[in-house]
């Protein structure tokens, strides 16, 4: 967005501060939160096939966004070096039925609590979610928006303060300020055009109802727009002093793991998974193989490992070491997962070499180019495991219910892309399995189990 807009949004805002002034200044034993895929909820798309095209429209907006980021150095590392003993969960859910491919979870806002249903995003460094009186543009949301005037507890966050200061790292756009009424205007912007404008703003977080956190640091949106489907907003989960890691971190240490349920439950699957905050989550460690975290000069709030190897049962793929060397992220904000294109083909290769004696190839579908005509089950049976190694020794071992989507009924496909200079590890990769983010000391755990 323009900076003529973005200076027009935030004179919007500082006139509606001063109109509205009285009600925007109205002002650990284990915790384990559900979390949930957008397919448990109704779906607005009417067919799987439309679902997925959207939701592969926002992925590749996405990845084009990680491409610009890394190509300028625009974010700040201010991680937390702190532990503490205890541990906070959340329920995670699957979040295609509110038009997205992502996760969320239910987090607890104000005095007295009312509760909003946030996508989980270890891309983004800055939570926010969409606030009354709406005062540009509200998006249609799940949940009746967030009245600060009613909450006893809220209040904005002054321009002067230090955490208006740790904006322009959180959402790589510098803040304004509302000179009626000293508070701070963010702006959270995305790959995809999408936006949040609004105020910074602190209040009472509520993960379960005997533990919060009393001074929880957010935007509160005026304006929001784009491709957020009928969330209420997003959770910050990257590696920055705004996220809502860092806040949590004092009370419940530097780290956090998850369980995403599968996309599309089945009578054997899980139909949600867990977000756990603390230390406590990456117990008993013994069950994880970890890999180290990467520092990125360009992007140092998203979480960088480093890819090794790939095998295709059990067969390591014949591409040189050097085509395994390109930045990789693991993220829970983008769905298939990218790999270096002539990792990619030649993967693609094997794959279609042992599948083929069996169900013949389909025309490939949106991003997906390796297509089959056969059912997700059908072809699971056959279908060769991959294995994706990283540094260390720790790894992903992918069954059909990772690798394999059925895009259209009887078509179904090989769940990744190539990509010409990123790789990135996406959250239907990631499903079922427990991932780890040992924040504090720089490294990422993988274990198996699925989600109990």
């Not at 702190?82 to 038009?99: C, D, F, H, R, W």
């Not at 640091?217 to 491709?227: I, R």
Request: glycine share 8%.
């Amino acid at each position: 967005m323009s900076l003529f807009w973005f200076l027009f949004f935030s004179a919007h805002l500082a006139i509606a501060s001063s109109l509205k002034d009285s009600g925007l200044k109205h002002k650990q034993p284990d915790m384990q939160l559900k979390l949930y895929h957008m397919t448990s909820l109704k779906s607005p798309p009417n067919s799987t096939s439309l679902l997925f095209a959207y939701m592969f429209a926002k992925d590749e907006e996405r990845i084009r966004y990680f491409h610009s980021r890394l190509a300028k150095n625009s974010d700040a590392n201010a991680s937390s070096k702190k532990v503490g003993p205890k541990l906070a969960g959340i329920p995670l859910k699957s979040g295609l039925s509110m038009g997205s491919g992502n996760y969320y979870v239910k987090m607890g806002l104000g005095s007295p609590t009312k509760y909003y249903t946030m996508i989980v995003d270890t891309g983004s460094s800055f939570s926010w979610l969409q606030c009354q009186p709406c005062t540009i543009y509200c998006h249609i949301q799940e949940d009746p928006v967030f009245n600060p005037s009613a909450s006893k507890t809220y209040k904005t966050v002054p321009c002067s303060s230090s955490q208006c200061s740790s904006l322009k790292s959180a959402t790589l756009n510098e803040p304004t300020c509302s000179k009626q009424s000293n508070a701070c205007v963010y702006k959270a912007s995305y790959g995809d055009s999408s936006f949040s404008l609004g105020y910074l703003s602190q209040d009472v977080l509520t993960l379960t109802p005997s533990q919060t956190l009393s001074s929880f640091v957010y935007g509160c949106g005026q304006d929001n727009q784009g491709l957020f489907g009928r969330t209420d907003g997003i959770i910050g989960l990257a590696n920055n002093e705004l996220s809502m890691l860092s806040q949590l971190s004092g009370k419940y240490g530097n780290a956090f793991s998850y369980c995403l349920p599968t996309s599309f439950s089945t009578p054997n699957s899980p139909k949600e998974g867990f977000l756990s905050i603390g230390t406590s989550s990456l117990t008993p460690s013994s069950s994880y193989k970890f890999t180290p975290l990467l520092k990125n000069p360009n992007n140092p709030s998203l979480y960088f490992i480093d890819l090794e190897s790939i095998t295709v049962a059990g067969r390591p793929l014949g591409v040189a070491a050097s085509s395994y060397k390109v930045p990789t992220i693991i993220d829970s904000g983008t769905v298939i997962t990218r790999l270096p294109t002539p990792v990619y083909t030649t993967l693609k290769n094997a794959y279609v070499t042992i599948l083929s004696k069996k169900y013949q190839q389909a025309p490939g579908i949106s991003l997906l180019d390796t297509c089959f005509k056969g059912s997700l089950a059908g072809i699971s049976e056959v279908a060769p495991d991959i294995r994706i190694i990283f540094k260390g020794g720790a790894d992903l071992q992918l069954k059909g219910h990772n690798s394999l989507v059925e895009l259209e009924t009887g078509i179904t496909c090989l769940a990744m892309a190539g990509s010409s200079s990123i790789a990135i590890i996406g959250n239907y990769q990631q499903q079922t399995v427990k991932v780890a983010y040992d924040v504090g000391n720089s490294r990422v755990g993988f274990a198996p189990g699925g989600c109990q």
